[in-house]
């Protein structure tokens, strides 16, 4: 049986060759496999290599990675019920979780370099900043406000420009914005057109995480195979972490990402589970509020019901 099987709209990652020959023993398999919808980026690497390496299997679950663009398109399965538990920032989970019933489980991705603030090449510094390239509604145009806030700049002297990520870096190099705040590898790509990283988001007081969510129905019927997924996500973290190499083999092994491309991706970003914190609220609640004033949300989100914490025991 083959471990892989890749189709041109996403890979599926199975990990059930060991149950398929009764190598687990008393430790069963459920009747379907718990599906996992994760974004085709370096981020997700603990999922990539706990399908590649069977760690799953090994916990005893029965899981299947199903790869979209992105994150919010894994959380959008997950609220159409085509997936059982999908990886997506906080600001993706948060303007989803009034739209179906889910239960965010544990932080498995943090970060704070990974979204970056680049300025153009006449640009000197973020205090010059007049025409600011934002994504709206995201992380890009929430760090945008915390740069305002943290250099003291007045925001009615400041052009908010909307664009989507791919647009950003040639709208740089064009002269038409003087700055973005995007995560990568837009910021890559516009420092190789001339422009330079100026600060991250930990700079301007914002640590992105992502978060495992689950629906209702999987964390009622199967909470001892959502624990198990998670330890093999930490098994997995730490392996990355330890070992890049190994990391980013089998991030090209899943997705076909270069190796070259994941090693640098990972000196940003910090692969870990944990539970939520009292800081982590505390952030949330700021993106929560955002996310409201300016209506990509109707109200401030009230998250805190539907986070799990103190499921994940570490």
Known sequence: MKDLHLSRRGFLVASAGAAATGLLGQAAFAAAPIRIGVGSDPVFVAFYLA??????????????????????????????????????????????LGRA???????????????KLVL?????????????????????????????????LD?????????????????????????????????????????????????VGYTDTIWLTASAAILKSDPAGLQGILRALAKASEIARTEPERAAAAVKAVTRIPVETSLKAFKDMTPLVRDFTPEDLKSYDGIAKFLADHKVTKEVVHYREALQIGFYKG
């Not at 959008?76 to 989970?93: I, K, M, R, S």
């Not at 908010?160 to 647009?167: A, K, N, R």
Request: net charge negative; with cysteine.
């Open 51 to 96: 399908a590649h390496e069977k760690l799953f299997a090994a916990e005893g679950v029965d899981a299947v990675l199903q790869l979209y663009a992105d994150g919010g398109e894994a959380m959008n399965a997950l609220v159409a019920q085509q997936v059982d538990l999908a990886a997506a920032a906080e600001p993706t989970n948060l303007v989803r």
């Open 101 to 115: 019933d889910l239960r965010p489980l544990a932080v498995v991705y943090q970060s704070g370099r990974y979204v």
């Open 120 to 152: 153009g090449p006449k640009v000197k510094s973020p205090k010059d900043i007049k025409r600011f390239g934002i994504v709206p509604g995201s992380i890009s145009e929430y760090c945008a406000g915390l740069t305002l806030a943290a250099e003291g």
């Open 155 to 203: 925001p009615t002297t400041v052009t908010m420009v909307p664009s989507g990520p791919p647009e950003l870096p040639a709208l740089l190099a064009r002269g038409d914005i003087d700055a973005f705040f995007a995560w990568e590898p837009w910021p890559a790509n516009a420092v190789a057109q001339g422009g330079r990283v100026a600060l991250t988001s930990k700079d």
